[in-house]
């Protein structure tokens, strides 16, 4: 599948059953026990250094509809809105849930919580989808940071399912369309790495395993008609997100709302690289741990693309995978 561009490889069946109570705990085993099958899977000679994919897996109990764990070129993901989003569709599609018209909710167990998302149907045709994401927040504002090449940046720290740097660039220093990807992943990663290694206590209030730094979000105005701002995300080990990025639009939610940009239920669209967009909103205010933070929608479409069935052959010395840029 793809949502916005961006690649999703959806997990069905020929994998090792996961044992664990929760989501979390199988992703922990997933990274421990069968961490060869994702690199088969995301990376060459079967995926590339970009690609994307999710497992379904059981979910934490009877609430939600299944599981997911996510997965991309250096690990594994606890939040992602793209694959939420295509994981819907599928979802409709597959009939794996009860179809209403004209709308059919889905209820999904992620690393990062519980996700709700609704899929609009008209004639048994899915038109669209929407989430409602986890607790959004703001966990830095206003930061300041020497980058080589790039000079003195300010960044906001937040979190929308996963912890962004949030950079507002302007594009006579980088423009962010596609002829300049490359320096998108060098600053990108260089931006992820000196956070990592500076002052800053990544840390979400009460999951050690969703307590890090997933990647760079550089925002600029829009390119094309329709949207209010671009996204270009640099995440994992240099992955760029052909998508807004729907965790990225969560934690942008929680950031503008804190500037005073958004109240709750105002919107915006927000488009990728490529022109996709993703619209955000702001629902609702919770309290979250210490974090005053809001619920965002984030709204997109997705698209089936394919079916495919792998081999992994145990004599073929590339069967674990490799990547080049």
């Known amino acids: 599948m793809h949502t916005g561009g961006e690649p999703l490889r959806v997990i069905l069946s020929g994998w090792p059953e996961l044992s664990g ?17 994702r690199k088969a899977l995301m990376w060459e000679p079967r995926g590339h250094a970009d690609m994307y994919g999710c497992l379904i897996v059981p979910p934490n109990d009877a609430g939600a509809d299944f599981g997911i764990i996510f997965m991309h070129n250096e690990g594994y993901s606890t939040m992602c809105g793209h694959a ?14 009860e179809i209403q018209e004209p709308e059919t909710r889905v209820v999904i167990d ?55 740097a949030y950079v507002q660039i302007e594009e006579d220093r980088l423009p962010l369309t596609p002829e300049y990807y490359q320096q998108h992943i060098h600053y990108g990663r260089m931006i992820k790495q000196l956070v990592q290694a500076g002052s800053w206590d990544i840390r979400h209030p009460f999951e050690h395993d969703l307590s890090f730094l997933y990647g760079t979000i550089f925002m600029q105005g829009p390119v094309g008609p329709g949207a209010v701002s671009r996204n270009v995300c640099v995440f994992a080990d240099g992955e760029v997100d052909r998508s ?30 490529v022109g996709s967009a993703f619209t955000g909103k702001v629902l609702c205010t919770t309290n979250y741990g210490p974090y005053e933070a809001v619920i965002p929608e984030v709204g997109g479409m997705a698209y089936v693309t394919g079916e495919n069935r792998f081999w992994i052959d145990p004599d073929d010395p590339f069967r674990e995978g490799f990547f080049l840029r």
Request: charged share 20%.
């Open 84 to 97: 939420t989003i295509a994981i819907t569709r599928l979802a409709v599609e597959l009939h794996w849930v």
């Open 21 to 37: 109570n929760s989501v979390l705990e199988r992703r922990r085993q997933q990274m421990e026990h069968f961490d060869h099958l």
């Open 244 to 273: 807004p990025t729907g965790s990225g639009v969560s934690g942008r939610m929680a950031l503008h709302y804190d500037q005073g940009l958004l109240q709750v239920g105002d919107t915006m669209t927000i488009e990728s690289i």
């Open 110 to 164: 992620a690393p990062c919580g519980r996700l709700v998302s609704y899929a609009s149907i008209r004639d048994g045709k899915v038109l669209s989808v929407r989430f409602e994401g986890v607790p959004s927040f703001v966990l830095a504002r206003d930061q300041m940071l020497q980058v080589p090449g790039l000079g003195s940046i300010i960044f906001d720290l937040a979190y929308g399912g996963a912890f962004y």
